[in-house]
């Protein structure tokens, strides 16, 4: 059996917690690593054109808060790059701040030579042929929502944020699709905005790019018809490998990571919004891997962390994930919710 049909034959417990449907997966699959999201040279380039942006933007100390819940309560967690990471100690969700504007956020993401790279043939071309797996299962596991939450029809989708040529295409076989907008995406992807409501919209790791959690919601909310269902990836900031590694984590880095909520930060946003969770999981499989990978960079007051990483065996580490994503604490999450009330 391989690993991706091991997704469908986990041990799944469903209990209702409060309104909310936990599923809890248990499964480890072993095809998906670090190498296949982030393969070296390419990965190496993208950080390093990013720290180049990022290193050249004026350092601004003015007053933080979190961009999610409003609190005022936020500790300096991390800088990276002379920008600032903090952690918003109501809700434990970790934002980069005081937040870019508008400008420099254009910039980053359409013209920068990161951009270019990005939107280049050989960067999304390699990104088609490593991601197919990601991919196959990330349509399965909507496929999965979209019969449980909405039926077995075909359905109106809007792709919001896309960025993979790669992943539109995948998508768009999808059997759970009728037709399929694109909303916001970054190049190379092309705008193709849809003038109805949809059924279903998919936030695949945009939320953590954006400077106002708020206005994505009430944008996304106006194409997104009333019971409709929203489909959220994203890393999360209160996750087991962030929490670890902090600024020695490869692949959180200004402006890529701006907003990492916490499960607890981002039921908030959906609730304000008008939105039911009704799935809220991590069921991230590089935490350990990646704090593994990072061995030398550990921070030293990290103690737990560097005995379990330094002195038990593979057996171990992988139980260790899997506590992670059953307890909502890997760093990669998902949430299913629907949209239950209209909210100007
Ligand atoms: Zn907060």
Redesign the pocket.
Same mark, same amino acid.
């Given at each position: 059996m391989s690993g991706l049909e091991r997704w469908f034959v986990l041990q799944i417990d469903i209990y209702g917690k409060k309104d909310i449907k936990m599923i809890r997966y248990k499964f480890l699959d072993t095809s998906i690593h670090e190498m296949n999201i982030h393969p070296n040279s390419i990965f190496s380039k993208e950080r390093e054109l990013a720290r180049m942006f990022v290193s050249q933007l004026e350092k601004n100390n003015s007053l933080v808060y %979190?961009p999610? %819940?409003? +609190?005022g309560?936020?500790e300096l967690f991390f800088e990276k790059w002379g920008q600032k990471y903090y952690l %918003?100690e109501?809700?434990? +969700?970790v934002?980069l701040l005081p937040l870019p504007d508008q400008k420099i956020m254009r910039d980053y993401f359409f013209t920068s030579e990161l951009a270019k790279f990005r939107s280049s043939t050989e960067y999304q071309e390699l990104a088609t042929r490593l991601r197919q797996g990601l991919w196959s299962n990330l349509v399965e596991w909507i496929e999965g929502r979209v019969r449980r939450y909405v039926g077995m029809d075909k359905y109106h989708v809007i792709d919001w944020g896309s960025k993979f040529t790669g992943w539109i295409n995948r998508l768009e076989k999808a059997h759970f699709i009728s037709n399929l907008n694109m909303e916001e995406p970054l190049p190379p992807v092309k705008s193709y905005e849809s003038t109805v409501q949809a059924d279903l919209i998919c936030l695949l790791d945009v939320i953590q790019r954006t400077t106002n959690p708020h206005e994505l919601l009430k944008k996304v909310s106006k194409k997104l018809s009333l019971n409709g269902l929203l489909i959220i990836t994203c890393r999360s900031g209160s996750g087991f490998d962030i929490l670890t590694l902090r600024e020695h984590s490869d692949n959180v880095f200004p402006l890529d990571h701006i907003c990492l909520p916490s499960p607890k930060?981002i039921q908030k946003l959906l609730e304000e919004h008008g939105y039911k969770v009704l799935e809220l999981t991590t069921p991230g499989l590089l935490d350990v891997e990646f704090v593994k990978n990072a061995k030398g960079k550990i921070p030293s007051d990290q103690y737990f962390q560097k005995h379990l990483i330094s002195q038990f065996d593979e057996a171990t580490l992988e139980r260790m994930q899997i506590f992670l994503q059953q307890n909502n604490l890997s760093s990669h999450l998902r949430v299913v919710a629907r949209r239950v009330e209209d909210r100007k």
């Open positions: %979190c999610l %819940c409003k +609190s309560n936020a %918003c109501t809700d434990w +969700s934002n930060g």
